[in-house]
Nanobody
Framework: QVQLVESGGSLVQPGGSLRLACAAS????????MGWYRQAPGKQRELVAS???????NYADSVKGRFTISRDNAKTTGYLQMNSLKPEDTAVYYC?????????????WGQGTQVTVSS
C-alpha cells in the first residue's frame, strides 16, 4: 500500500514561485511513474508533469519552461517547482503514483493542495 501526502500549496502573486512536495509512505515501488495533476472548479483533472522511473519527464505545453518535476534519490518524495506562475495556474494540485505490476495497474493519489495565483 502507498500513502501520499502533499504540501506546499499557497497564495502567490503572478510571477511568483512555489514548490510542491509529495511524501510517499508504505510500500514503495521502484518501477513507477510519478505525476502531478491539477483540477480547477468545473474543469477536468489534467496532467501537468510526470517523471518515469528512468528519469524521463513530460510536461503539459502550458507549463513547459516554467515548471520542473523531480524526486529525491530514494524516490520517496516528489516535487513540483513552479516558477513564473500565472492566474490560470490556480487549481488544486494532486500527486499521483502510477504502478504496473503483474499486468495490474494501480494509481495512488494524494489529498490535493490548493494553489492560488492572484494579485
Amino acid at each position: 500500500q502507498v500513502q501520499l501526502v502533499e504540501s506546499g500549496g499557497s497564495l502567490v502573486q503572478p510571477g511568483g514561485s512555489l514548490r510542491l512536495a509529495c511524501a510517499a509512505s508504505g510500500i514503495i515501488f521502484h518501477n513507477h511513474v510519478m505525476g502531478w495533476y491539477r483540477q480547477a472548479p468545473g474543469k477536468q483533472r489534467e496532467l501537468v508533469a510526470s517523471i518515469a522511473s528512468g528519469g524521463t519527464t513530460n510536461y503539459a505545453d502550458s507549463v513547459k519552461g516554467r515548471f520542473t518535476i523531480s524526486r529525491d534519490n530514494a524516490k520517496t518524495t516528489g516535487y513540483l517547482q513552479m516558477n513564473s506562475l500565472k492566474p490560470e495556474d490556480t487549481a488544486v494540485y494532486y500527486c499521483n503514483y502510477h504502478i504496473v505490476m503483474g499486468g495490474l495497474v494501480s494509481d495512488y493519489w494524494g489529498q490535493g493542495t490548493q494553489v492560488t495565483v492572484s494579485s
